[in-house]
């Protein structure tokens, strides 16, 4: 399954319906900032960027892009993506205790090794979280964290495209 990490990450999948179930359908603004322990942006970012017509993150400066949340997204079944399309990790949910998840990725490919996500919906219009990950890039060991926040924006996506799992 390709997916996942912006902040990504990152971000998540096929869930019961009440585990994740928050947010609403449409846009939404995600702030990250990234702390990279490689020499190099991941190229998931970089295209991500692109895709979005921004400047690629810098490691310690905000990085604002767009993510686009389907009806499975919110009704929890399936788990926030972040628009990391091209990251190829499998999500798993640790744990959920209130409005706070924890998510693990195992990611193989150029990204190789372990993510851990902990999101906190604030109410259905905004969440905030970290990403921790170690593990190895392109051969090299490295780590890499980030801190997010996201608010919708409304209930049109415009041109951002909502994450379609492989399969479907």
Known sequence: MRRRLLPCFAAMLLL?????AAGKVGLWQVTTTY???MPTVPPALVALSHAQ??????SGRPFIHHMCMTNNETE???ALHLNSRDFDCADRLVSVRGPRMVLESICHGPLEGVGR???VWRGNEHFD???EFKGRFRGNSTRMSSSF???WQGADCREVRPFIPQGN
């Open 53 to 58: 017509g921004l400047k690629p993150p810098v």
């Open 76 to 78: 929890g079944r399936q």
């Open 16 to 20: 019961s319906p009440p585990a994740l």
């Open 117 to 119: 996500s902990q999101i």
């Open 35 to 37: 702390q990279f322990g």
């Open 129 to 131: 979280g970290n990403y």
């Open 149 to 151: 926040t996201a608010d």
